[in-house]
C-alpha cells in the first residue's frame, strides 16, 4: 500500500512538473509579462505560506534569505524571462534535465564533493545533450539565434540557482513545509515591492483567464502541492526510486509541448532530451 501511495505521489509531482513547463511556455507567449508571473508566483504562494506560518519555525533570517534569493526570487526571475524567448523542449533539458550536472559541477567547485567516475559518466551525457541544445539553438538562423541564446542562458542561470537552493537545503536542512514557506515568505517580501514600483507590467491588460492560470498554477501546485507531493513519495519509496521516476520530467513536458503549444521538435532536441534523461537516470542510479 506505501508503494501505491507513493508511486501516486509521484505521478501527480511528474504531472505538475511537466505541466509547470507548458504553463509557464504558455504564459510567455501571452500578455503577462515574467516580472508579472514572478509576481502572482510569490503573491498567491505568500498568501498560503501565511496560512501556513502557525504550523513551522522559521529558520534563522540568513537561511531565509539565502533560500529566498536563490530558490525563490534568482530562479524565478530567470526562467520567467527565458519562457519569453526559447521554447518548452529547451525548458525541459536545461531546467530539469542539466539539474544533476549544475548540481555536481557546483557542489564539486563550492563543496569540493567530487563526483564518482559512474557520475562522471552519467554528467557527460547530460552536457553533450546540453550540447546539443546549443546547436539546435545557432541552426535556427540569425533572426532567433539571440533570442533563444538569452533563453537558453537564462535556463541554465535557474537551473544553477536551484542547483544551489538544493545544496543550501542540504547544510541547512528543513521540513518541506518550512522550506517552502520560509523560502515563499522571504521572496514575497523581497521581489513584489521591487516589482509594483520599478517593474513593467501588463497585469492589467492580461485576460482574468490568464492571470487566474498563472497565479493558481505558480502560486499554488508548484509552490506547494508538488512540494508536499515530492516529499510524501521519498518518505514511501525512497529517493533514489524518487529521482529515477523524476527523470521522466523532461521528456514528458518536451513531448507534450508538441500537440499542447505547437512547437515541433527538432532532431537535436530529441537527441539532447534522450541523453539528458539517458544520464539522469544513470546518475540517479549511480547516487544510490
Known sequence: MNNRTGLIAVFFTICIWAGFILVSRHGG????????????????????????????????????????LFGGVG??????????????????????????????????????????????????????????????????????????IVGDLLFLCGSSSWAIFTLLLRRHPVPPLTAAVSTTLGSAILYLPVWWLFLPSTLNQAPHSEIAMQA?????????????????????????????????????????????????????????LGSVTLGALLGAKASG
Open 75 to 148: 530562479y524565478a526571475v530567470a526562467v520567467y524571462l527565458a519562457f519569453r524567448m526559447a521554447p518548452a523542449a529547451h525548458a525541459a533539458i536545461l531546467l530539469p534535465g542539466a539539474l544533476p550536472f549544475t548540481t555536481a559541477v557546483i557542489a564539486w567547485l563550492w563543496l569540493k564533493h567530487k563526483p564518482s567516475p559512474s557520475q562522471r559518466a552519467a554528467l557527460a551525457l547530460v552536457f553533450f545533450g546540453i550540447t546539443l541544445t546549443a546547436i539546435d539553438t545557432l541552426a535556427r538562423g540569425p533572426n532567433l539565434t539571440g533570442m533563444q
Open 216 to 272: 493558481i498554477y505558480q502560486g499554488i501546485l508548484v509552490v506547494f502541492v508538488a512540494m508536499m507531493l515530492y516529499a510524501f513519495a521519498v518518505r514511501r519509496l525512497g529517493p533514489q526510486t524518487v529521482t529515477l521516476l523524476m527523470a521522466i520530467v523532461p521528456g514528458a513536458a518536451a513531448l507534450a509541448a508538441v500537440p499542447v503549444l505547437n512547437e515541433p521538435l527538432s532532431l537535436l532536441t530529441l537527441a539532447g
Open 29 to 68: 507567449k501571452g500578455i503577462l509579462t515574467g516580472w508579472d508571473v514572478t509576481a502572482l508566483r510569490f503573491g498567491v504562494g505568500a498568501l498560503i505560506a501565511i496560512f501556513f506560518l502557525p504550523r513551522v519555525v522559521m529558520p534563522p533570517l540568513k537561511v531565509v534569505l539565502l533560500f529566498s
